[in-house]
Nanobody, 124 residues
Framework: QVLWVESGGGSVQAGGSLRLSCTAS????????MAWFRHIPGKEHEGVAL???????AYANSLKGRFTISRDDSKNTLNLQINNLKPEDAALYYC??????????????????WGQGTRVTVSS
């Protein structure tokens, strides 16, 4: 069982920034594709960003430019920097990890390991 601890969520005003982090405590992140998803009530999980073992990054088309995913395998940590937050970014953000070094796109079933979620609230 992989335990991920997420942090960094909170309540900010529109235009503000947040840095989300996710740290694995039982396995190493190196050699795994890792990703961020978000869940808005009433909607399906939405892929936000992913980063394979090669550190090439990919973002959901609608979110490019404001989100930056990064990883520090020496600390078993995945990060998501969100700038210029908008009210529609309010969601529960989850980190996810795969068993393989390359990413399988936005299919949630590709990622067997999930964090508990950290909430982001944006006020206008």
């Amino acid at each position: 069982q992989v335990l991920w601890v997420e942090s960094g969520g909170g309540s900010v005003q529109a235009g503000g920034s947040l840095r989300l982090s996710c740290t694995a405590s039982t396995v190493r992140t190196s050699g795994r594709c890792m990703a961020w998803f978000r869940h808005i009530p009433g909607k399906e999980h939405e892929g936000v960003a992913l980063i394979p073992n090669t550190a090439d990054t990919a973002y959901a088309n609608s979110l490019k430019g404001r989100f930056t995913i990064s990883r520090d395998d020496s600390k078993n940590t995945l990060n998501l920097q969100i700038n210029n937050l908008k009210p529609e970014d309010a969601a529960l953000y989850y980190c996810a990890a795969a068993d393989l070094p390359y990413c399988g796109g936005w299919r949630t079933s590709y990622y067997p390991y999930w964090g508990q979620g950290t909430r982001v609230t944006v006020s206008s």
